[in-house]
């Protein structure tokens, strides 16, 4: 097993310029989910999915953009970067088991830097 | 909300030392409570867990116990080697709430020979 798979490891970005961060895992959790860390911050929920077809905002969600075509696939845009966006990228899935106790599983990130 | 709190770091040992991470969390309902660590370069993975007060979560040698009368989740470890040194990161999941964990801002620690 693959597990979550992040691509690209880095990047880097002109300011105003778009791209997509692709994430997908192959453990057939229904719960995906994006956040961005920066020093002294911790982890910062972007987006998140309950399900296909179903996404929602987290703490930070403004400049990104999410969809959930399928179980496996939650891709994140960024539209128009900005340098604010600089930061280190995890995608993030887990299982729903009852009420609640299910570890999430990471990607190894993505570094994007916006010059 | 809930929201989970965290002693800062840099937490610096020397080897074979004893470690204490504080952690204390507001949440509604009964939330399951995890550790995680990150290693330099890395994502993070599972520590431990618990579901339920008194529940002690362990693994490697790392231990924490859900104290509901204080919100508590201390980690703990009797003697750090080098190779702990990592950022670990406190973190609950509400009892039927989404799966998506909410996470403290991390403890940095280092470990000297």
């Known amino acids: 097993n693959a597990g979550v798979t992040q691509t690209p490891k880095f990047q880097v970005l002109k300011t105003g310029q778009s791209m997509t961060l692709q994430c997908a895992q192959d453990?057939?959790?229904?719960?995906m989910s994006w956040y961005r860390q920066d020093p002294g911050m911790g982890l910062r929920l972007i987006h998140y999915s309950v399900g296909a077809g179903i996404t929602d905002q987290g703490e930070v969600p403004n400049g990104y953009n999410v969809s959930r075509s399928t179980t496996e696939d939650f891709p994140l845009r960024l539209l128009s970067a900005a340098p604010s966006q600089t930061s280190v990228y995890f995608c993030?899935?887990?299982?729903?088991?009852?009420?609640?106790?299910?570890?999430?599983?990471f990607g190894q990130g993505t570094r994007l830097t916006v010059v | 909300g809930n929201s989970v709190t965290q002693m800062e770091g840099p937490v610096t040992l020397s080897e074979e030392a004893f470690l204490t991470i504080n952690c204390t969390y507001t949440?509604?309902?009964?939330?399951?409570l995890f550790w995680y660590v990150q290693y330099p370069g890395e994502g993070l993975q599972l520590l431990l867990k618990a579901t339920k007060a008194d529940d002690k979560g362990s693994n490697k040698g790392f231990e924490a116990t859900y104290r509901k009368e204080t919100t508590s989740f201390h980690l703990e470890k009797g003697s750090v080697q080098v190779s702990d040194s990592a950022v670990y990161f406190c973190?609950?999941?509400?009892?039927?709430?989404?799966?998506?964990?909410?996470f403290g801002r991390g403890t940095s620690l280092i470990v000297h020979p």
């Open positions: 949440a509604t309902g009964y939330p399951s």
């Open positions: 973190a609950l999941d509400a009892s039927g709430g989404s799966y998506i964990p909410t």
């Open positions: 993030a899935s887990s299982y729903g088991e009852g009420a609640g106790g299910t570890e999430a599983f």
């Open positions: 453990m057939n959790h229904e719960y």
